[in-house]
């Protein structure tokens, strides 16, 4: 099983519309998560740190299952400027390097 | 703070020929990574170091040497450019410690022919 798995998408969104999707990740003891937004030919930024169940900070929620090992990422009332390819991190076992995902890409149209 | 910073911002070689890609980063991180990023791929490990004069292989080191003289910079070497190292590199840091996330910088873009 691959450290991080996310679907690539691209996920069609029409704009106002609500999207969510999940991310799997091997590694039982991570602790910390990360979604990271990366625009075509940029660095990643940082969207959102999960340390707990989960986080919400506007239109974006993350929500993390434990049990089942897996984070999701929801963006209600989808913009325009939310096209861009999300990358899911968790944090590795040692704690001194990040394993990032291959991303899931969105594109919101009009 | 500038953040991480890297230099050049674009560059193409000839198979070959070697080059340093330069990182430089002012926040005191003691973690600095670099990754290359295939065109729709995702990011993959090449080098990683915790901190002044240690470094760590990550998941595609072959081709590749690093160097952590200070803990500012974090130079990448190329001693023999392939075309298969044509890429997008990304440089970035962190901070020790869990729940600390990492910072990248813009990038260098590198054709080689």
């Known amino acids: 099983r691959k450290e991080v798995e996310q679907d690539p998408g691209p996920f069609n969104v029409p704009e106002g519309a609500t999207v969510a999707f999940n991310c799997t990740y091997s590694?039982?003891?991570?602790?910390?998560f990360f979604w990271y937004r990366q625009d075509c030919r940029k660095e990643p930024k940082l969207l959102m740190s999960?340390?707990?169940s989960g986080n919400e900070d506007g239109r974006f929620t993350a929500q993390l299952n434990r049990a089942s090992q897996y984070i999701s990422l929801l963006i209600r009332d989808s913009k325009l400027s939310d096209s861009a390819t999300y990358l899911c991190v968790p944090e590795g076992a040692a704690g001194n390097k990040l394993t990032f995902g291959g991303g899931t890409r969105v594109l919101v149209k009009p | 703070n500038a953040g991480v910073t890297q230099t050049p911002k674009f560059r193409i070689l000839k198979i070959g020929q070697s080059m340093t890609l330069q990182c430089t980063q002012d926040m005191n991180h003691n973690y600095m990574y670099w990754y290359r990023q295939d065109p729709g791929m995702g990011l993959k490990l090449i080098y990683y170091?915790?901190?002044?004069?240690?470094?760590d292989k990550g998941e595609v080191p072959n081709g590749y040497n690093v160097s952590r003289s200070t803990t500012e910079d974090f130079p990448l070497r190329l001693e023999l450019a392939a075309p298969s190292q044509t890429s997008v590199y990304f440089c970035?840091?962190?901070?020790?410690?869990?729940?600390?996330?990492?910072?990248f910088g813009p990038g260098t873009r590198l054709l080689v022919l």
């Open positions: 170091s915790v901190g002044a004069g240690i470094t």
């Open positions: 970035a840091s962190r901070i020790r410690g869990t729940q600390e996330t990492q910072y």
């Open positions: 999960v340390y707990s």
């Open positions: 590694n039982s003891a991570s602790q910390s």
